[in-house]
């Protein structure tokens, strides 16, 4: 179960933006696998077909997937819900696996300014940057961003 913490003061507010990070189950590199990182990344983009966010940027790490999206509706918790259950039951059913894909609960951060906004997109894009995963974001298969980010 996720920690009580996560959850206080969450509002969920359609036509808000949100930075959510969410981590792989006990830490696995589990998204190393391109396959695993793209079924993510298909979640993702469900979400936005479904019509529940809109997204604006993403990476997908190894272990734990930064988001930046707009929600559009529907609450913050039953978005996130869809979204993992979506892409954990794909992970498994590809991988002959069962169990967990991700752990409970998720952290959340309402951006409130444009300048946050854009501080926030260009902190997930270089998240592989600083990780030393690749040397420029443009190189990293497995992020996206709605704007140019240096």
């Given at each position: 179960m996720?920690?009580?913490?996560?959850?206080?003061?969450?509002?969920?507010?359609?036509?808000?933006?949100?930075?959510?990070t969410t981590i792989a189950s006990a830490r696995r590199p589990l998204f190393r696998a391109a396959v695993n990182a793209r079924i993510v990344i298909d979640a993702l983009r469900e979400s936005d077909r479904r019509r529940c966010t809109s997204t604006l940027a993403?990476?997908?790490?190894?272990?734990?997937?930064?988001?930046?999206?707009?929600?559009?509706q529907g609450t913050l918790a039953g978005c996130m819900r869809g979204m993992k259950a979506s892409a954990g039951k794909a992970i498994n059913r590809h991988n002959?696996?069962?169990?967990?894909?991700?752990?409970?609960?998720?952290?959340?951060?309402?951006?409130?300014?444009?300048?946050?906004?854009?501080a926030a997109?260009?902190?997930?894009?270089?998240?592989?940057?600083?990780?030393?995963?690749?040397?420029?974001?443009?190189?990293?298969?497995?992020a996206w961003c709605?704007?140019?980010?240096?």
């Open positions: 996720a920690s009580p913490r996560l959850t206080l003061g969450r509002v969920s507010i359609p036509g808000q933006v949100y930075a959510v993403w990476v997908v790490m190894p272990d734990h997937l930064h988001w930046l999206f707009l929600l559009r002959g696996a069962a169990g967990p894909v991700w752990q409970a609960g998720y952290h959340d951060h309402a951006i409130r300014t444009e300048e946050s906004l854009h997109a260009r902190y997930i894009v270089h998240n592989p940057v600083r990780a030393g995963l690749c040397q420029h974001p443009a190189d990293y298969p497995h709605r704007w140019p980010c240096p």
